[in-house]
Each structure stands twice: as structure tokens, then as C-alpha cells.
């Protein structure tokens, strides 16, 4: 557990340096985004090795994967519709989350969401994060600790919508590998097509 505690305050640390409103500006955010990411692989390769051969995929793992982060997509669509109606702050801070984007290549974006960043954070936070925390309590617990860790790492960045889209991501992925973690490899192929989806090919905005 300690090693688990070490490598959940470093992604705690990461985090906060890069959506600290008191600390982004210090960094340029994508090539940030990339090192904490790899910071995460290197420790899940550190700590929990074994994580790796989780990561099967056959045709049936791709499509499930798309399927999978489609409907996030429209869950999320559906979200920012009803947000728009009762939050009056939720249509600026969804924006300044798409600001991220601005003035960056589409291509080397989606580049680094599709094969760095959204791999890296399920590997770290499902395959590592998750299943130790199962291992150590129950599945159940763990499942739900973790997804509130997943939630809690974007708290430094004041940005409520950016937490419930991480809160509403942690509890899908996070109960899809409660209940079917052979299929961990489709699993983070949705994170990763989500990632790009959302952001760059198909923005809610």
C-alpha cells in the first residue's frame, strides 16, 4: 500500500501543477499532460507490472471499445445540454477546458490522447489504482475509493464540470472493470477514443 499511496500523491502532484490555477501557467499544458502521463506508465511499470497482460484486444475488445465510448460521448452530450439549463457557469467552464486546445495541432493532439495520455491514466487508474485497492479491501470498495481519487486529482483546478466529467468517467470505466476486467483491453481503448473524440474530432461545445 505504500507504493500505492506514493504513486497516487505523485498523479495528485502532477495534476495540481498543471490545473493549479496558481501553477498552469508555468508549464505548456499538452507537453505537461505528456510527461504525467508517462510519470503514471513508469510507475505502473515500477509497481504493478502484471498490469500489461490485462491489455488483450480481438475484435470483439475494439468494438466494444467504440461502442463503449460512443455512448460516453452521448451521456456526455445529453450532460452539457441539461448543465447548460440549470448551471449558468457550467457553458464558461467547459470552455475553458476546450481553450486548452486552441492555437495546438488537432493531429498531435489527438495523437497524444489516443496513444500517451488516455492508455497511461487507465492503466494507472483501473489497472493499478483500482485493482489494488480491490486487492486490498474488496472490489466494491476499491472500485469506489478509486473512482473518487480519479475525481478528486482535478479538484486543485476550481473547474466543477471538469470534476463531474471525471467523477461520471471514473464511475463508467471504473464499474466496467468492477464487472468485466478481462475486458480491460476494450476498456482502455474507450478512454483513449473518448479522449480524442470529446476533445478534438466531435467537441461538445
Keep these: 500500500m505504500k507504493r500505492l499511496i506514493l504513486s497516487v500523491l505523485i498523479a495528485f502532484v502532477l495534476w495540481t501543477l498543471m490545473f493549479s490555477p496558481w501553477t498552469a501557467h508555468l508549464f505548456k499544458f499538452w507537453t505537461g499532460m505528456t510527461v504525467a502521463a508517462l ?7 515500477c509497481f504493478a507490472r502484471d498490469t500489461w497482460r490485462l491489455v488483450r484486444l480481438n ?3 475494439v468494438l ?3 461502442s463503449i465510448a460512443v455512448v460516453l460521448w452521448c451521456v456526455f452530450w445529453l450532460g452539457d445540454v441539461v448543465s447548460s439549463w440549470i448551471l449558468p457557469f457550467a457553458r464558461e467552464q467547459v470552455n475553458s477546458i476546450y481553450g486548452l486546445k486552441t492555437g495546438e495541432s488537432p493531429w498531435l493532439v489527438s495523437a497524444l490522447l489516443l496513444f500517451i495520455i488516455g492508455p497511461a491514466e487507465e492503466l ?3 489497472g493499478y489504482v483500482q485493482r489494488e485497492l480491490s486487492a486490498h479491501w474488496n472490489p466494491n470498495r ?3 475509493v478509486a473512482t473518487l481519487l480519479y ?9 466543477f464540470m471538469l ?3 471525471a467523477l461520471v468517467c471514473g464511475l463508467a470505466w471504473g464499474g466496467l472493470f468492477r464487472l468485466v476486467p478481462h475486458r480491460f483491453g476494450a476498456i482502455l481503448l474507450s478512454h483513449a477514443l473518448w479522449d480524442a ?3 478534438i474530432w466531435f467537441p461538445i461545445s
Design 39 to 45: 510519470v503514471l506508465t513508469t510507475l505502473v511499470c
Design 59 to 61: 475484435v470483439g475488445d
Design 64 to 66: 466494444l471499445g467504440i
Design 124 to 126: 494507472f487508474w483501473r
Design 142 to 144: 476499491g472500485y469506489l
Design 151 to 159: 475525481t478528486l486529482v482535478h479538484i486543485t483546478s476550481f473547474n
Design 163 to 165: 470534476m463531474m466529467s
Design 197 to 199: 473524440a470529446v476533445f
